[in-house]
């Protein structure tokens, strides 16, 4: 790929701490069915300490809350996340990693769009006023069939190129203390290490790499310029100087 382009994503470099993304009921056998792992907030936060007695309880319920990072692929899944619990409880979580994919694919969950409209519910910020750390991860995806995320003559119009993350902007107003927002390829598009053995995306470049060479010059971001989209992205929710992409 060369390093003048490539970022290595996000779930690559915490795929043992970030679960995997979970697969359909569809596309799983009756048997993988009946040993799905149980994902009930209970069992992961092992929530039994607090149930001793009154006083530990009194003492401990925020703990789960405010101890671990809570990790999101899914904006519903966010959203509903957050408004599912009681205030008091929201309000104790600290750390939150989210998972976003500039792209415009429909059936992809992970989406900014989706994000954006996600942050934009109003009691959401009110819940998150607890929340010191925040990890982004944008993955850009170019799948070559109209699907495209921003390209680089983007970089040109600051405005239109943090539109596709418009919805972060309601975060500024959180007391955080620390961000870190990390630009990558999705690898299985046209521009990632997967997609660019994928027959299917192959036709967009009609499989020439010198073609697709000049296409990469022309849209997909250098690693200097995601870098730099990042840092604009964490500036704003820090509340400093945004400096132009």
């Given amino acids: 790929m060369g390093d003048r382009f490539h970022i290595d994503p996000c779930k690559d470099r915490h795929e043992v701490c970030v679960p995997a993304a979970p697969v359909p009921d569809w596309m799983m056998a009756p048997w993988e069915k009946s040993n799905k792992p149980n994902t009930h907030l209970d069992r992961i936060l092992n929530l039994h300490v607090t149930r001793v007695c009154q ?5 401990t319920k925020l703990l789960p809350f405010a101890l671990n990072t809570f990790v999101f692929r899914h904006a519903t899944a966010f959203l509903r996340f957050f408004l599912c619990l009681r205030a008091f409880q929201a309000q104790a979580v600290k750390e939150v990693c989210i998972f976003m994919t500039a792209g415009q694919r429909h059936d992809d969950h ?7 409209n996600a942050l934009f519910v109003s009691p959401l910020i009110d819940r998150l006023k607890g929340l010191r750390i925040l990890h982004i991860s944008i993955t850009i995806s170019h799948t070559g069939i109209g699907d495209n995320g921003p390209v680089r003559s983007e970089l040109a119009d600051p405005v239109q190129l943090d539109s596709w993350v418009i919805g972060l902007q309601r975060l500024r107003g959180l007391p955080l ?16 290490i997967e997609g660019y053995s994928d027959k299917f995306l192959q036709y967009g ?17 250098t690693a200097e310029e995601k870098r730099r989209w990042a840092e604009r992205i964490k500036s704003m929710l820090l509340k400093k100087p945004v400096n132009p992409p």
């Fill in 55 to 59: 006083q530990v309880y009194h003492e």
């Fill in 177 to 192: 203390r620390d961000a870190t927002v990390i630009v990558s390829d999705d690898p299985n598009s046209k521009f990632g």
């Fill in 110 to 116: 992970t989406l900014t769009s989706r994000w954006n």
């Fill in 205 to 221: 470049w009609n499989g020439t790499h010198q073609t697709w060479l000049t296409l990469r010059e022309r849209e997909c971001f």
